[in-house]
């Protein structure tokens, strides 16, 4: 199976929460999970990727964590603010090779 | 900065007509490939090459082929446009890698078929 599962659709959140949007693949054999943010009028652009022998990866307020038993990885954003809101999509792909996304989540962080 | 340009960023095309979406990258990297991003169903992909002359088949090719003659250009040809293809495409490039590598994206061109 190729597909990644998204979730929420959306997600709306006051200034300084904690969004967290959730995934979920069958194909064990993909072996890199990034995330993508677009912006309205943008393509996505790649915020943070994690590769499966890690459980947590951060960089700045974005932390993704990942759980391969589970074949589920979490992206969530600390201290979250208005200038995060854009529309959110996980990924994995397989030997660097074909990039497989999810449906996307919409957030808007309120200020 | 790195780019990858696509030609057009709106298009509006009759049913029947035979539509050319062009994509520059000056990245020099072997792959490239086409999405479609509709709401709610994600990033969606269409084509992909992993070098000039080769193309695969993504999840949705039907109605749609593509073409690498040159390594940094890659097109998209909607052989018969139908109003089904109404949609916002956006191509992109990676390097080829060991591991995952990021992809490079296009702002979009949003095409719309009447």
């Known amino acids: 199976q190729q597909q990644v599962k998204q979730s929420p659709q959306s997600l709306i959140v006051q200034k300084g929460g904690i969004p967290i949007i959730n995934c979920a693949y069958e194909?064990?054999?993909?072996?890199?999970f990034p995330w993508y943010q677009q912006f309205p009028g943008k393509g996505p652009a790649l915020l943070i990727a994690i590769r499966p022998d890690v459980s947590e990866k951060k960089e700045g307020r974005f932390t993704i964590s990942f759980n391969k038993s589970a074949k589920q990885f979490s992206l969530h954003i600390m201290d979250s603010q208005p200038g995060d809101s854009a529309t959110y999509f996980c990924?994995?792909?397989?030997?660097?090779?074909?990039?497989?996304f999810g449906a996307g989540t919409r957030l808007f962080v309120k200020a | 900065d790195v780019k990858v340009t696509q030609s057009s960023r709106y298009l509006v095309k009759r049913t029947g007509e035979k539509v050319f979406l062009e994509c520059v990258q000056d990245m020099d990297h072997e792959n490239m490939f086409w999405y479609r991003q509709d709401p709610g169903l994600g990033l969606r992909l269409i084509y992909f090459s992993y070098d000039v002359k080769m193309k695969e088949k993504g999840d949705i090719p039907e109605g749609y082929s593509v073409s690498r003659e040159k390594k940094e250009r890659f097109s998209l040809i909607l052989e018969s446009a139908s109003t089904n293809q109404t949609s916002m495409y956006l191509c992109?490039?990676?390097?080829?890698?060991?591991?995952?590598?990021?992809?490079?994206f296009g702002q979009g061109t949003r095409l719309t078929v009447v």
């Open positions: 990924a994995a792909s397989i030997e660097g090779f074909k990039t497989i």
């Open positions: 992109a490039s990676s390097s080829r890698g060991q591991w995952g590598t990021e992809a490079f």
């Open positions: 194909n064990t054999a993909f072996d890199y």
